[in-house]
């Protein structure tokens, strides 16, 4: 129960982000941005200077983060690589809503793992 709970909460963060974020996405597209060439994201984003520079490092730093570790997780846990190549295909969406749902996807992979495991040794 306590599982499905934070499930939720993760998967809702996720969905929230992606309506708090994205029109912003947006509003920068429609000034001839593009959201698919990262390298043209962070620098208009870091132009302005002061706080939106602070995050947008902080942001590209986690993104990238985000990208290394999920993939060699995928890996190490036993999902495939795929799927975390798949999960850096969906960051480019968005971080902030692709990190909860690989979390959710991840713990939900590990209990059917572990409960495979338990049924196979019993």
Not at 39 to 63: C, H, K, S, Y
Not at 74 to 87: E, P, S, V, Y
Request: no cysteine; aromatic share 18%.
């Amino acid at each position: 129960m306590e599982q499905n709970i934070k499930h939720t909460f993760f998967i809702l963060i996720g969905i929230v982000a992606l309506f708090v974020t994205w029109p912003f996405a947006f509003d920068w597209m429609s000034k001839g941005g593009n959201i698919l060439n990262p390298v043209q994201f962070f620098r208009d984003a870091l132009a302005p200077g002061g706080t939106a520079a602070f995050l947008a490092m902080d942001m590209a730093i986690a993104w990238i983060v985000f990208m290394v570790w999920v993939v060699f997780d995928t890996r190490r846990i036993g999902m495939g690589m795929k799927w975390g190549w798949f999960f850096v295909a969906l960051s480019y969406i968005g971080v902030s809503m692709a990190f909860p749902v690989y979390l959710v996807v991840r713990e939900r992979f590990l209990d059917r793992r572990s409960a495979t495991a338990s049924t196979a040794a019993g």
